[in-house]
């Protein structure tokens, strides 16, 4: 079974312009998470997407947006890139349901490496 | 969940246990975690805890979860170098209908001979 895939894999892009992040799940997981990695904030959740919808949102700024496709592949998009959006972007996935007897496990990609010059 | 913390750093000498702690502030947690993460990779699921439980034994791996004092920690015993990684601990609750893990900030357990 294949893991969950993030492309690309490293970026650089300079301040003011946009980039967009894609993430493929594992086959038969619908949620898709986003969640930023920096040294000085740890792991901060971005959104949730599950059969196309947002589900959750973290609390960053409206530059930063989602989408998810009938396939349950995601994108992610930030724009006018600040400096201190260089980040890793991992997405992770899971399996549909909520509710206890889910536990919940998040199956996460290798992650973006976005820096911003 | 609202608020997890752990500490930062651990060193520890190949072949002994160590022991990474983490508290959180969620009272209605359901489930608890610990993710690990090796470098240039994404994070991986170690183990996890039910609230209701407040041990639990995986192989090298034992987590004790105190609920009273909101208290979590994970024991690799004879820890060796492939064990040098992130841990991050998290916890999920349904309140607000968020099923949302909130990871604490991750401890780099480093192991030297």
């Known amino acids: 079974k294949a893991g969950v895939t993030q492309t690309p894999r490293y970026l650089i892009k300079t301040r003011g312009q946009q980039v967009t992040l894609s993430c493929s799940p594992i086959?038969?997981?619908?949620?898709v998470s986003w969640y930023q990695q920096t040294p000085g904030q740890g792991l901060q959740f971005l959104f949730e997407?599950?059969?196309?919808?947002?589900?959750n949102k973290g609390n960053f700024p409206g530059r930063f947006s989602g989408r998810q496709f009938s396939n349950s592949r995601s994108e992610m998009n930030v724009s006018t890139l600040e400096l201190g959006d260089s980040a890793l972007y991992l997405c992770?996935?899971?399996?549909?349901?909520?509710?206890?007897?889910?536990?919940?496990?998040?199956?996460f990609g290798e992650g973006s490496r976005l820096t911003v010059l | 969940g609202e608020d997890v913390e752990q500490s930062l750093f651990l060193s520890v000498r190949e072949g002994d246990s160590s022991v990474i702690n983490c508290t959180y502030t969620?009272?209605?947690?359901?489930?608890l975690y610990w993710y690990k993460q090796e470098p240039g990779a994404g994070l991986q699921l170690l183990t996890y805890?039910?609230?209701?439980?407040d041990m639990k034994q995986d192989q090298r791996l034992t987590v004790l979860l105190n609920k009273k004092d909101k208290h979590l920690s994970l024991r690799i015993a004879d820890t060796q170098t492939g064990d040098s990684a992130i841990y991050f601990c998290?916890?999920?609750?349904?309140?607000?209908?968020?099923?949302?893990?909130?990871f604490g900030r991750g401890t780099s357990l480093i192991v030297h001979p």
């Open positions: 992770a996935s899971s399996s549909p349901g909520q509710g206890d007897a889910n536990t919940g496990e998040l199956f």
């Open positions: 086959s038969g997981h619908r949620s």
């Open positions: 997407y599950f059969s196309e919808t947002q589900r």
């Open positions: 969620d009272s209605s947690s359901t489930y």
């Open positions: 805890i039910f609230s209701n439980m």
């Open positions: 998290a916890d999920r609750s349904g309140a607000g209908g968020s099923y949302i893990p909130t």
